[in-house]
Nanobody, 115 residues
Framework: QVQLVESGGGLVQAGGSLRLSCVASGTIFATKTINWYRQAPGTQRELVAYITSSFSTKFADSVKGRFAIFRNNAKDTVYLQMNSLRPNDTAVYYC?????????WGQGTQVTVSS
């Protein structure tokens, strides 16, 4: 059974940094694209960034130049490095992968950026 567990969220002042982690189990992690989404209260979940099995990456325009994503296949872990955080980055952050037409999600980790 596929499981994703996020960690690393917290409260940070604007301009600060956080690193989120997503640990996966139950699948061949190295072959999967891993996505990071976020959802702020009253908004739809949005794609923030992803990293493919070949280490290609893509970012939402709102986080380009501030966020980085990387993976450690030996640890079945993907990281989202978030720098220069802004109050509007406040959201619950989720990692996600697709497998055989199904979407798997972690429980999410709360990121709160104070002004």
């Amino acid at each position: 059974q596929v499981q994703l567990v996020e960690s690393g969220g917290g409260l940070v002042q604007a301009g600060g940094s956080l690193r989120l982690s997503c640990v996966a189990s139950g699948t061949i992690f190295a072959t999967k694209t891993i996505n990071w989404y976020r959802q702020a209260p009253g908004t739809q979940r949005e794609l923030v960034a992803y990293i493919t099995s070949s280490f290609s990456t893509k970012f939402a325009d709102s986080v380009k130049g501030r966020f980085a994503i990387f993976r450690n296949n030996a640890k079945d872990t993907v990281y989202l490095q978030m720098n220069s955080l802004r109050p509007n980055d406040t959201a619950v952050y989720y990692c996600n992968l697709q497998l055989r037409g199904l979407a798997y999600w972690g429980q999410g980790t709360q990121v709160t950026v104070s002004s």
